[in-house]
């Protein structure tokens, strides 16, 4: 396994982290079904295997999700980092969502109950709330720092702007910073280098990648104008998400599958890999152990030179105004930095 240092703190995580979105048997997002029993299995592989990092949320499967991941890492639980969110709805009441202090309080006693534990180590807000006051939002967040329940703020979905006016409030008051921001980015979707990336790497925060296999567009499985096989993520919802460009994707989707050819590997593991080489965290779920192990080995494909510009120059998305003003200003500079 490889680590990545997390944020500007002194501690490690695995570049490979586990998703547990798939654990559940009430199955409600159709995305996966895992039981306990497997959730068992999969958890230890992946302490076996180096990864360090397990991610949930208090909506997975209604807070089942988080409910067995915690019975899973029991015995394990000083060694891991155990990453939660709120901020979805979880349940009818008119203030059973977002991230007012009344829910978010709430939504953290109840996140700590069903994972079994007295602290989480990354607490993420799941999205911006633009009804919720951001000061009371900074304030709650902070007290929970302050009580010991959470290690290290962070953010999930949030753009650019959002995470730089959360930091300048944290920095400004001397507050617990944010440490990583969990976003959609793959091979498919890489509109985060537009603003989030540039942001994150002045911050020094890490990203960590939902959804790398683009709900498993990635792997191979679907074919351009094909339905969707039944069994499948997007053959048991009946439609794609996360979102695509769809010609762009089904060409992504190509020079995946022939540069997986050449490396002898799956589709999944090159686009992985290609990941990887980002030097972010990538998030890998799994509906049962095979898929679990191929995407672990992930960590073993090397891909050559020639094949990551061959996937960076498929995939690469447009440049956005002021990006294009900005890399052509600096290109300004001719002499050479010692």
């Not at 076996?48 to 899973?72: H, Q, R």
């Not at 008119?94 to 309080?105: A, P």
């Amino acid at each position: 396994m490889k680590y990545l240092k997390y944020g500007n703190t002194g501690t490690f995580v695995s570049v490979l982290g586990f998703g547990a979105m798939t654990l559940g048997e009430k199955n409600i997002w159709k995305l996966g079904g895992v039981n306990q029993e497997l959730s068992d299995r999969m958890v230890k592989i992946c302490i076996d295997n180096g990864i360090n990092l397990f991610d949930t949320a208090d909506v997975y499967d209604a807070g089942d999700s988080e409910i067995m991941l915690g019975k899973s890492l029991r015995g394990y639980r000083d060694q891991v980092m155990i990453a939660t969110k709120v901020r979805a709805r979880t349940g009818e009441g008119i203030n059973e969502l977002g991230l007012s202090r009344h829910h978010m309080s709430i939504a953290l006693r109840k996140s700590l109950e069903r994972l079994g534990t007295t602290w989480i180590d990354i607490y993420q807000y799941h999205g911006w709330d633009s009804e919720a006051n951001l000061d009371e939002v900074i304030e709650t967040m902070q007290s929970f720092v302050d009580q010991g329940k959470v290690l290290y703020p962070a953010v999930s979905n949030f753009a650019a702007w959002q995470i730089a006016y959360l930091q300048g409030i944290t920095e400004e008051r001397g507050y617990a910073r944010y440490e990583s921001a969990q976003m959609n980015y793959n091979l498919v979707n890489r509109d985060v280098e537009y603003e989030v990336i540039p942001f994150l790497r002045y911050s020094r925060m890490t990203l960590l990648s939902w959804s790398p296999l683009h709900g498993g567009l990635l792997t191979g499985k679907y074919k351009r104008g094909e339905k969707p096989p039944a069994g499948t993520r997007m053959g048991d919802r009946g439609f794609f998400f996360p979102y695509f460009d769809e010609d762009k994707g089904w060409r992504i989707v190509e020079e995946v599958e022939n540069i997986a050819k050449e490396q002898g590997v799956k589709p999944s593991q090159v686009a992985l890999s290609w990941l990887i080489e980002k030097k972010v965290v990538v998030l890998i779920g799994a509906r049962n152990v095979e898929q679990l192990m191929e995407n672990i080995s992930s960590i073993d494909v090397k891909l050559t030179r020639e094949q990551m510009e061959r996937l960076d120059k498929v995939s690469e998305p447009r440049s956005m105004y002021p990006n294009w003003m900005i890399e052509r200003q600096n290109q300004d500079r001719k002499f050479e930095k010692l």
